[in-house]
């Protein structure tokens, strides 16, 4: 079957970040094809994980897929502190005598933000606004790269690795059918060891917080790599909590000018017309500096400015997601410089170290703790989004009642639609076809 045939029928997409179907991603030829495995957000552990314990499929799918896109340089982006998956990695490498290079980087966030990887494996940073693409590579991640190879293979992505860990009793990486709901997640973690507590689902820096009365409702999606549970009150939930009129009144009125959150911004560093001290000036103006306040629309979220970065513990990062909203209901789009820029030359003295970012965020407990090894969750009722990524929900094939196996797909998107296909995850009957799932009872 045609490589980009058999990823649409698997329904793969983007294993994290924003979930871009994968059939749409490598159509084009590219010189270089990159797989990020820097991990770079504090206590994530499912790329590592998987470069451990899944390293043939995924040195032998990003052959496949180099091999599609006629790369002539295939990449693994990771840090140097990975020793284990290093050894493990170049060993397989040797063993099927393979083109794959490693790229070993140093332990700073946000080495796995996909512009940065670009700029320091490739040397070229992508125009502000622009995708890898503009620079002649495509960039992959470890789990969507081994959803890749089994696809290959005609195993359609029905389980995601998720990692449940924080104030739970014992951390755990699990095996999971996509559609189980995140309780279930988090009581196979032994529970949680404190009774105020909130989650993110993802990593601390770029998640997002998941109330204790939607744990129920809420389930894993082919996106979904972590579940960190921490106490109501710690400085990362609080900061992500704040009301969106607060943190605009402060960035109107609280603003220092210092411009630490410009000097520290990774985007900003290699060559991004980005200068959030600029976007929160305006703001403090009235908002009528349209021309500047647009330099939002190219901020990717990493939170350096609002959680590292600001003395004055404002919120330049929300204030840029704000603006993104308003400019998107007005239609307005990025049409800045596409040059390719260079980067400033005091950026490797302001990439910042896992180690003071993990201490500003009071995360020092968790860090290093032990996670158990992969544990299989058989889940017996299972709650499957239709929209589980950006792009078209897909439509279902099946009806209440309807006797399904696991890797049945049940619901479908056109070959050329912005969209994904999505297989049950479990056998089992169909309980429910609402509007935005599928329920599957795998007891009936
Ligand atoms: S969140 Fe802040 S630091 Fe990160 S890209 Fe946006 S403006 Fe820059
Ligand atoms: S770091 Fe904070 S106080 Fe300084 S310019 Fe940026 S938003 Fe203003």
Do not use: W
Not at 21 to 47: R, S, W
Not at 356 to 364: D, G, K
């Amino acid at each position: 079957m045609n490589f980009l045939d058999a990823v649409y029928n698997a329904g793969v997409v983007g294993a994290g970040g924003a979930g871009f179907p994968t059939h749409l991603k490598m159509t084009k030829e590219v010189g270089t094809f990159i797989v990020n495995g820097a991990e770079c957000e504090p206590l994530l552990e499912v790329d590592k994980f998987l470069m451990r314990e899944k390293t043939y499929e995924l040195i032998k799918g990003m052959e496949i897929i180099a091999g599609n896109l006629k790369a002539a340089r295939v990449v693994l982006g990771l840090k140097k502190k990975y020793k284990v998956e290093i050894k493990k990695l170049s060993e397989t490498i040797k063993e099927l005598d393979s083109n794959v290079e490693l790229f070993l980087m140093d332990n700073f966030y946000p080495a796995g933000d996909e512009q940065i990887m670009v700029k320091d494996i490739t040397g070229k940073s992508i125009p502000a606004g622009g995708i890898p693409l503009d620079v002649d590579t495509v960039v992959s991640n470890v789990g969507t790269v081994i959803n890749v190879y089994e696809a290959i293979e005609e195993k359609p992505v029905t389980k995601k690795y998720v990692s449940v860990l924080g104030e739970v009793n014992n951390p755990v990486m699990l095996e999971v059918p996509i559609g189980t709901s995140f309780e279930e997640c988090i009581k196979r973690a032994g529970g949680v060891k404190i009774k105020n507590y909130a989650v993110i689902e993802g990593g601390p820096m770029m998640g997002k917080i998941v109330h204790r009365d939607e744990l129920a409702e809420k389930a894993v999606i082919k996106t979904t790599g972590a579940l960190i549970i921490l106490p109501e009150d710690h400085y990362v939930i609080k900061r992500k909590e704040r009301p969106e009129a607060h943190i605009l009144n402060e960035s109107r009125a609280a603003c220092i000018q210092c411009r630490m959150c410009t000097d520290m911004c990774p985007r900003y560093l290699i060559g991004h017309k980005l200068r959030p001290h600029r976007v929160m000036r305006a703001m403090g103006m009235g908002e009528q500096d349209e021309e500047i306040l647009k330099e939002a629309l190219i901020c990717c979220e990493c939170n350096v400015c609002e959680l590292f970065a600001c003395p004055m513990g404002i919120s330049p990062k929300s204030t840029n997601t704000y603006l993104k909203g308003v400019f998107r209901e007005k239609g307005v789009r990025y049409d800045g410089n596409k040059e390719i820029p260079s980067e400033h030359e005091m950026r490797d003295y302001r990439k910042i170290p896992v180690n003071r970012l993990i201490a500003r965020l009071n995360l020092s407990r968790y860090y290093n703790n032990k996670v158990a090894d992969l544990q299989e969750l058989k889940a017996d009722k299972v709650k499957i989004f239709l929209s589980q990524h950006i792009g078209k929900p897909a439509v279902p094939l099946v009806k209440e009642g309807d006797r399904v196996i696991e890797g049945q797909r049940i619901a479908e998107v056109g070959r050329e639609e912005f969209g994904a296909n999505i297989h049950a995850s479990i056998n089992g009957v169909v309980t429910k076809v609402e509007k935005s799932y599928i329920e599957i009872d795998g007891m009936v």
